[in-house]
């Protein structure tokens, strides 16, 4: 069956074929094969191309459910999967949160090993055989360093080479990126922002992810292309030959390889690492905002909530995974009432987070708090008016761990933190927000 279809590309390790049953789909086939060095060291291990395929497809299923503009349509059979027919940009892009691999050669006065608490996004150029646009090149694949703060030209240089030893032996423009693919493009250089976009995003989902199966993900590459209707789509494959994984300080990925461990045991390291992709998912969690009566206005917390939390922007199935509940109960006056209503809230969705909102004696939070086994955050409505409304949260006898916060967005942004604990989604865009204003700082030798 596979040898009647049409293979329209073949790399080291996948075959793409034509879909004859859909003229904007094809076929993605992941081989056996295993290559590092760019193709100086080459085997084949029974097994992997399913190992692959299977990794793919979790890592798809779940970043689909996310909301991520994939080109990822629907998994055949143990090697196959279907995928939206792209135009491929040629890119691969590179996100790192330690910097390890060329990031150091690179940039040497970098140590290997070193946190990058603002994700680093690199371009690459895709090129094949020396060859860019007709042009000699040194290499393949070379770094693309942007012009000043230019956002559209890139110079070229070799990736492996210290950046400040060398001069740059070429520049590309986001256009000449576009006009490779025969895509007339107006605003490429809004494109490539909307890549970096979407590979930070990607890159915090499976970061937590991984964190929640006890792995630490290090760096990550990625391609892109443009479907039939002109939509930007996360495409290729993400597999175990895509990142650098530890656990435990073991490496899990295809690094293994490239560092020449044995292949049984890489075979097993991709067994591993499949097993856990298929367990990513969004947990199901709640928010409840509780008050003491129906005058007290919640909407400047469901504004923070929007803000921290924005729709997906792609429009595809989504589970916001966050399940938002008002109850307005006056805990002193029906406590008889408050205290079985929020137990049942917290037995029906274990996963939650409380924010009490309550004016004048603001003890509903303790009380609550009190009562339950999650965290129950004290907004007091009236400390404006009464600063000594604030009190009757805050000196608390022992086993009563409310949490104050006076700003009804820092109760909100708090309490997603804490669901983000759990939660890639809401992990993906708390993370996104705050790197926005972090840096990166390297500390020279004395
Ligand atoms: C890649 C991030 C890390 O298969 C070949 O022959 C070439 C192959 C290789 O292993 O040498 N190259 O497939 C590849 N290049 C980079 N990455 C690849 N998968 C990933 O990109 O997560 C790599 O795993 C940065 O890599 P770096 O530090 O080498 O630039």
């Not at 990058?116 to 690199?122: D, G, H, M, N, T």
């Not at 109760?411 to 939660?423: C, K």
Request: hydrophobic letters at 40%; a negative charge.
């Amino acid at each position: 069956m596979l040898d009647s279809l049409r293979v329209i590309a073949e790399g080291k390790t996948k075959r793409i074929y034509e879909d004859p049953g859909n003229q904007n789909l094809v076929i993605i086939e992941s081989k056996d094969d295993i290559t590092a060095g760019d193709g100086a060291r080459h085997d084949v291990i029974e097994g992997k191309g399913a190992l692959a395929t299977a990794t793919t497809c979790n890592v798809f299923k779940f970043l689909k459910d996310c909301g991520a503009p994939l080109a990822y349509h629907s998994r055949i059979d143990a090697t196959r999967f279907k995928s939206a027919k792209c135009a491929m940009i040629p890119l691969e892009v590179v996100a790192r949160r330690v910097a390890t691999g060329s990031y150091c050669k690179r940039n040497p006065c970098v140590s290997k090993g070193m946190l990058l608490p603002k994700l680093v996004i690199e371009f690459f150029l895709k090129t094949s055989k020396n060859q860019w646009r007709g042009t000699d090149i040194p290499c393949d694949d070379p770094f693309m360093q942007p012009y000043g703060d230019s956002k559209r030209v890139f110079n070229l240089f070799v990736p492996s080479e210290p950046i400040a030893s060398q001069v740059q032996f070429g520049s590309v423009t986001a256009k000449e990126l576009f006009k490779e693919m025969n895509k007339e493009c107006e605003a490429p250089e809004g494109i490539l922002e909307e890549i970096k976009y979407i590979t930070r995003i990607v890159f915090y989902l499976l970061e937590k992810a991984f964190q929640l199966r006890d792995f630490v993900l290090h760096d990550l590459k990625l391609e892109f292309g443009i479907d039939s209707e002109g939509r930007l789509l996360l495409a290729d494959v993400v597999d175990n030959d895509s990142w650098r994984l530890t656990r435990n300080g073991t490496e899990y990925s295809k690094q293994a390889y490239r560092d020449g461990e044995q292949l049984n045991v890489v075979k097993r390291l991709y067994e591993v690492v499949t097993e856990h992709t298929g367990k990513f998912e969004i947990p199901y969690q709640q928010l409840i905002f509780w008050t003491g009566s129906s005058s007290d206005d919640i909407t400047p917390f469901k504004d923070a909530f929007i803000k921290y939390l924005p729709e997906p922007r792609q429009d595809v199935a989504i589970c916001r995974s966050i399940a938002t509940r008002e109850i307005i109960c006056s805990v002193h006056k029906a406590v008889q009432k408050a205290i079985p209503d929020v137990q049942q809230a917290v037995h029906d969705i274990p996963d939650t987070v409380i924010i009490a909102y309550i004016g004048r004696s603001n003890g509903a939070g303790p009380v609550l708090s009190a009562h339950v086994s999650v965290p129950v955050i004290s907004v007091p409505a009236t400390w404006k008016e009464h600063w000594g409304d604030v009190d009757s949260s805050l000196r608390m006898p022992s086993d009563v761990p409310t949490s104050t916060i006076l700003e009804p967005s820092n109760a909100v942004l708090h309490a997603l933190e804490i669901l983000a604990l759990r939660n890639p989604y809401v992990y993906a865009h708390l993370r996104s927000r705050l790197e926005e204003r972090l840096v990166n700082q390297i500390v020279l030798p004395e």
